[in-house]
């Protein structure tokens, strides 16, 4: 019964971290009539680049990567999605195919929210249409400074930048590493750059003391340094 209550969308905790908050009980109870809660294993897509989006997704648990796929067939890892984010706003208001692929990190719990709900509440809740502006707007402005930064920091730079994003935002497991663990070519497509140069990077890194490995795992030893690189210091 508790499980069923907590999954209710005007009980769910995870509405508290995205647009969703500002709707109203009664809102909310109309989506959770409607919406569908769906398990993704790690490495399947949750959608792909170019479908065409019925409704939204909200990361109840577990880690998405957003991508675009390049002329030359790489991908380009533009944003990783956590709990409480919501997926495809801009493709469902615009009615445009989605422009990225969503593909689990590791074991997710999504809810997909039909898009007659949001346009429902955009016509009719000011506080969300705000909400939902002010999002859309972080995004660019996060998209911006991924432009900014792959223009002009180095490879160096911003695979040092990375880790410490991944520290700060996913935090560290009981021995220290980071507990996002990433395959190597994921770190390559963040950053835009050849697989072979992330891992020579890395190597340097560890050549240098500043971090430290177990296959995929890594530990940051030495914040400082990291910052004055990223700082160019």
């Known amino acids: 019964m508790n499980d069923f209550n907590e999954s209710r969308c005007e009980n769910c905790v995870v509405r508290q971290l995205n647009t969703l908050k500002e709707l109203s009980k009664e809102e909310l109870k109309r989506i959770s009539d409607s919406k569908t809660s769906m398990f993704i294993k790690k490495g399947e897509a949750i959608f792909k680049e170019g479908e065409k989006l019925n409704g939204v997704f909200c990361i109840r648990s577990g880690v998405s990567k957003l991508s675009k796929l390049s002329d030359n067939g790489k991908d380009q890892i533009l944003k990783i999605a956590t709990k409480g984010e919501v997926m495809g706003h801009r493709s469902v208001i615009t009615e445009e195919k989605t422009n990225l692929s969503a593909v689990a990190l590791n074991d997710m719990e999504v809810c997909f929210i039909p898009k007659q709900h949001l346009y429902d509440s955009l016509n009719s809740n000011i506080s969300f249409t705000k909400a939902v502006l002010v999002q859309m707007a972080e995004d660019l402005k996060f998209a911006d400074e991924l432009v900014v930064n792959m223009a002009q920091k180095t490879v160096k730079q911003r695979i040092a930048e990375t880790l410490r994003y991944l520290e700060n935002n996913f935090g560290l ?61």
């Open 173 to 233: 497991d009981d021995d220290g590493y980071l507990k996002l663990i990433l395959t190597r070519e994921d770190i390559a497509n963040i950053v835009g750059t050849a697989k072979e140069a992330c891992i020579r990077t890395l190597a340097t890194f560890k050549k240098e003391g500043w971090i430290v490995t177990d296959g995929k795992r890594i530990k940051i030893v030495d914040e400082k340094a990291l910052y004055r690189l990223i700082e160019g210091l």
